[in-house]
């Protein structure tokens, strides 16, 4: 079982990538992120509205294109890759799939769905933030 | 099975109600609908970028209170309640429930995850226009 979303942000792809990979923006729109999103490194990732914190394995970095990582580094975490498609020089469209959900896992259903709460709430608040600047959209969704 | 999307807007409830109740306003952030959310009244509602158009019984309207209505006009579609609480004179936490998804149904899981993500989707953008006056958050996620 996977989650996949995809979403249009009205920017070039390293626009759209450097605000993952930096953590001077990334906190912008989502979480506060240790150091850069460099293949290889442990990052931890701080949502203090939601006090939550948690250490992902970057564990693939192609620049401008696509990042993979582990929630987790304990090898067990869902993998998350985000992928980048420049459709014109102003325009990236970018994709979000999670997988490693386990479909006997009785709470799966709202696992998944939270799970695509999230990521539909990161991108909006992402083209929020890279298209007209806000970086308070965040932290609204009550749980 | 049902859908719940629980949300904090930093608005009084009647801007949040009104922005839906009004033509006016809910096409900035959502559908262009035909006329005002009236208790009884038969909306048509329009996703220009979706191509997109369905008809909604206004089943019953609580002014700055609560919004219920059905997707349809057959009496078949699942029953939507959005509710509004004025946690503080300038805060609103609005609840969206949709119902009548049929757990029989073989795609059930993706209907739920498609149902989540325009809740989300909707009420982030709503989150933009109200407080930061965006009307171009709309219309971006790719299907």
Redesign the interface.
């Known amino acids: 079982?996977y989650?996949l979303?995809?979403?249009?942000?009205i920017k070039p792809a390293n626009e759209v990538f450097e605000a993952f990979a930096d953590p001077e923006k990334i906190k912008n729109f989502w979480f506060s992120s240790s150091s850069r999103w460099e293949q290889g490194n442990t990052v931890k990732l701080r949502y203090d509205e939601y006090n939550a914190e948690v250490d992902i394995d970057v564990i693939e970095v192609q620049p401008n294109k696509k990042i993979m990582f582990r929630w987790g580094t304990e090898g067990e975490g869902n993998i998350v890759t985000i992928s980048l498609e420049e459709v014109d020089p102003s325009i990236t469209?970018i994709?979000i799939t999670e997988e490693g959900f386990k479909e006997d896992d009785n709470d799966?259903?709202s696992h998944?769905?939270d799970n695509?709460?999230g990521w539909?709430?990161m991108?909006?608040?992402l083209?929020?933030y890279l298209?007209?600047g806000?970086n308070?959209?965040r932290?609204?969704?009550?749980?």
Chains 1, 2 share one sequence.
């Open positions: 079982m989650n979303t995809k979403f249009k942000i469209i994709e799966l259903i998944l769905l695509k709460e539909v709430y991108l909006t608040c083209k929020g298209e007209f806000i308070q959209l932290g609204a969704i009550v749980k």
